[in-house]
């Protein structure tokens, strides 16, 4: 929004104090898990091998943080060019490194090599997320200004966004714990899981929440409306086809990606399909309420979604279990 006003002097402030909170919450996280990571693999997957790869993996948290806070900068330069330069680069070469791994490690260091291969790609995408972000957006590098920001109001649109993604992860996995709780055969959770994952793949290649943030916040409020509108017209030409193209197609899919023995995902696929849909336009809302500082509106209605995401399951996978175990896992993406 500063940017958009050309206030840089303030982006600048801005910038600052939302890193110090992204530094503080990203070691604070790392340092939890690193402290943790005996007991959790003593006490919780009673497996004391986990304990080392959960210690890097308090590395890979914070370096996870951080280069997704300087990868958003490049949406806010409006480079996403760059961003695509980046992830070619960071596949390829994490592919490549992952072979190096299984080939010429001890298969008892898979685990631990995986993990550092990981850490290592983000790294240097970090590396190279800190460089266009000076590049491009130098003044918010500056030495600090003198002018005055509302932390308050930073800390409070931080609480709400939390509070919305908890809620989306809550979202995202009650569905398939409630599943275990309900179904005496698990690999039907698996099929759950299959059919989600490719719904989830397909639907991050078409929301654009990240590019329409930046874009909402800097438009003028007059122009608002005018944006809104291209931005749910333009998305509701991607998002119906793809629903319906996979609602029909997803068998082919279910067996040209995870084969004939998870052929059972085909199911819920049909129902979950038309997530898209849904999560195609709510990324829009999300945007827009993002990017006009009122968060509060998206955490409320995911909030609210996931207490319903509760009920909904609990009502039609205790119904359809009756029929059987498969339509039980339909029920879940019904409710979904």
């Known amino acids: 929004k500063e ?13 600052k104090y939302i890193l110090k909170i992204k530094l503080f919450l990203a070691t604070i996280s790392a340092i939890f898990l690193m402290a943790l990571s005996y007991p959790i693999s003593i006490f919780i997957f009673k497996k004391d091998f986990l304990a080392i790869p959960l210690f890097i993996l308090g590395f890979y948290i914070f370096i996870i943080a951080m280069e997704g806070f300087f990868t958003s900068l490049l949406y806010v330069a409006n480079k996403v060019n760059y961003i ?8 390829t070469l994490r592919i490549l490194l992952l072979l190096l791994v299984f080939f010429f490690l001890p298969e008892k260091y898979y685990v631990i090599g995986v993990i550092l291969i990981l850490s290592l790609t983000l790294l240097l995408t970090l590396i190279f997320g800190i460089y266009c972000s000076r ?5 918010l590098f500056y030495k600090k200004t003198n002018v005055e920001i509302d932390k308050k109001a930073i ?8 509070a919305g993604s908890l809620s989306l992860a809550f979202f995202s996995n009650i569905d398939s714990i409630m599943l275990g709780m309900f179904l005496e055969d698990i690999s039907f959770v698996g099929f759950y899981r299959a059919a989600f994952a490719l719904v989830a793949s397909i639907g991050g290649l078409i929301t654009f929440s990240s590019i329409l943030i930046p874009a909402f916040a800097k438009v003028k409020k007059e122009d608002l409306q ?3 509108d291209k931005a749910i017209k333009y998305s509701v030409i991607i998002i119906i086809p793809s629903a319906f193209g996979l609602a029909i197609l997803g068998k082919y899919f279910i067996r040209a990606i995870y084969g004939y023995e998870y052929m059972g995902a085909s199911l819920p696929l049909i129902f979950l399909s ?7 336009l709510t990324a829009i809302f999300y945007s827009v309420f993002s990017a006009r500082g009122k968060p509060e509106a998206y955490a409320k209605v995911m909030f609210i979604s996931a207490i319903l995401n509760i009920i909904f399951n609990y009502i039609l996978i205790s119904f359809l279990i009756g029929v059987s175990e498969l339509w039980a896992v339909g029920g879940a993406a019904i409710a979904t």
């Open 3 to 15: 940017l958009g006003e050309n206030n840089k002097e303030s982006a600048n402030a801005h910038f």
């Open 84 to 91: 695509s330069i980046k992830e070619v680069f960071s596949q």
């Open 135 to 139: 590049k491009f957006l130098p003044f």
């Open 155 to 162: 800390l409070v649109f931080l609480g709400y966004l939390i």
């Open 226 to 228: 005018h944006i809104f």
């Open 274 to 280: 038309f997530v898209l849909i849904e999560t195609g």
